[in-house]
């Protein structure tokens, strides 16, 4: 369940992180999101692959090793299933929901930003903003 400040949380992690630029296992889309969670619910979902990875190519590798498949959709099934999140429809999306942007090869995860209108995701020179339209899956951290 999401601690009674999440919402002060929320906006705290992405306040600190807004010229955090990408990084394979420091600060890559999987672990942004799991850090979401972790911020809005105290139950760290990827603590079975941090500091495991440093690259893309290992964190493929990693991701493949703990769920069976090297996928971003693999990736996110495996933390909401950590943290008992259930998939919702995009349209119910609401702010500090994980969701899925693209699908395939260029697929990654970010979160639904603090105004409820879009995306949040880890970029080159810090947090991108990206229309919601973007989203494919997304599930409610509970």
Do not use: N
């Amino acid at each position: 369940m999401r601690l009674p400040d999440w919402q002060s949380r929320l906006h705290d992690y992405l306040l600190s992180h807004v010229e955090t630029k990408f990084q394979y296992g420091s600060l890559d889309c999987g672990l942004f999101t799991a850090d979401v969670v972790h911020a809005l619910t105290g139950i760290d979902p990827a603590i079975d692959l941090r500091g495991k990875y440093s690259s893309r190519r290992d964190a493929f590798s990693a991701v493949k090793a703990v769920c069976g498949t090297a996928t971003m959709a693999a990736i996110a099934t495996y933390l909401a299933d950590k943290c008992g999140m259930q998939e919702i429809p995009v349209a119910f999306a609401q702010r500090g929901d994980a969701v899925l942007i693209g699908s395939g090869a260029k697929s990654h995860l970010g979160i639904i930003s603090m105004h409820g209108t879009h995306i949040v995701a880890p970029g080159k020179t810090g947090l991108v903003y990206l229309s919601k339209s973007q989203a494919t899956k997304a599930w409610r951290i509970q």
